[in-house]
Every structure is written in C-alpha cells, then in structure tokens.
C-alpha cells in the first residue's frame, strides 16, 4: 500500500478534519526532515510513517477517548504516540491538556518546532521522568520507552490514584505482565493492536507497589 493511501485509511479510520491530516503531513514532512540528525525513529520506517507511527499513536486516543483533565506522555521522543495525541485532541478533546515529558533536548526541540509549526499547544517538558514533579495525570502513555515493571513505577509517579495508563507493547507483552506482576498490584486489559499481529495496547489501572 502506498503512503498516499495510507494517508487516506488513516483519514477514514480516524475520522478526522482536512486541518488535523494537514497537520500531520507537516509533522510526517518535520520527523522527515529532522530524522537523519537526531534518530527519532528507525531510518527503515521512514517510508510508513503513516501505517507504523500515527496509526499506532492515534489508535491509543481512541481507546481512551479522553475529553478533560491531563494527559501525560512519557520519553515523548519522536512524538509518538504523545504529539499525534496532541493534534488529535485540537480537534476531537480540546479541553484535554497534553504533556510531553522528554530528557533529551534535541528531541524536545523537535518536539517544540512541531508544536509550534502545526499550531497546537502541548507543554512540553525537558526532564527526566524520574526527577519531574508528578504531573497527576488521568491519562499516561509510553511507545517503546521500558519494560512494563518500569513503566508502572512512571506511573505510579505520574498517574492519578483513578487515572488509566495506556502502553504499546510487542509481543513480549504476556511476559511483560508476568514480571511486573511480582512487584506491582495493577488490573491490566490488553487490546490487540492495529498494527503489529501480536503486539497489544496495555489498559493499565489501579498501580500500587504488591
């Protein structure tokens, strides 16, 4: 399939406005640009951006279908999946308060420059996740940061006592659940991923240490 007709499944699937795909194509044109410099996803995805980076980000807005309070995302990166969900919140959740949490200032920067080129308004933070104050998030998200036992310690840093945490996994998620469950109490569902035959979004509530 070409990325064209990505584009065009990703507009029906998502059911987005002209303005939102057009913000996205400045962002595909932006990680385009500055990937060669600062490595902010794999040279070889490069050409489905559209299938392998927004459609793996937005899927995870729409789980959730967040409308108010914060929605926190962690070693944002690239962008994925926490800048797709910033543009997608301008139009769908514009109440919904989007923070992305990156230590790397180079990629902050890129962040920012989307940020600021596609017109919408995410904080962006340039700290690590474990020294930032926590954010008391109703939403967390992380794609491809650290295993679940880690992510779930993020989180009970970050997320509010009632809030939900939403993690891109491979298929090593079983394991995944396995070994965080020796340390952690938390109710986890996971939702097969439109992306990857095996992989799953992790619906992750309730964290506390066991």
Do not use: C
């Not at 939102?20 to 990680?31: G, K, N, Q, S, V």
């Not at 920067?109 to 933070?125: D, N």
């Amino acid at each position: 399939m070409t990325e064209t007709s990505e584009q065009e499944k990703f507009a029906r699937e998502a059911g987005v406005s002209r303005e939102t795909m057009a913000r996205l194509e400045i962002f595909e044109a932006l990680l385009q640009k500055w990937n060669p410099a600062i490595n902010l996803v794999a040279k070889s995805t490069l050409d489905a951006v559209w299938a392998r980076h927004f459609r793996d980000s937005a899927q995870v807005f729409h789980l959730a279908a967040p409308q108010t309070g914060i929605w926190a995302d962690l070693g944002s990166g690239g962008g994925f999946p926490g800048l797709v969900i910033a543009i997608l919140a301008a139009e769908k959740a514009p109440r919904l308060a989007v923070v992305l949490l990156e230590s790397d200032a180079r990629k902050a920067a890129f962040l920012a420059t989307v940020a600021r080129e596609t017109g919408v308004s995410p904080r962006i933070l340039t700290d690590r996740i474990e020294s930032a104050a926590p954010l008391r998030a109703r939403f967390l998200s992380a794609r491809a940061l650290a295993p679940l036992p880690k992510l779930l310690e993020y989180a009970e840093r970050h997320l509010l006592p009632n809030g939900t945490a939403f993690f891109n996994k491979g298929d090593s998620w079983r394991d995944e659940i396995s070994a965080a469950e020796r340390i952690w109490r938390f109710e986890a569902t996971a939702h097969p991923s439109m992306t990857g035959a095996n992989s799953a979004i992790l619906e992750v509530k309730g964290v506390a240490r066991a």
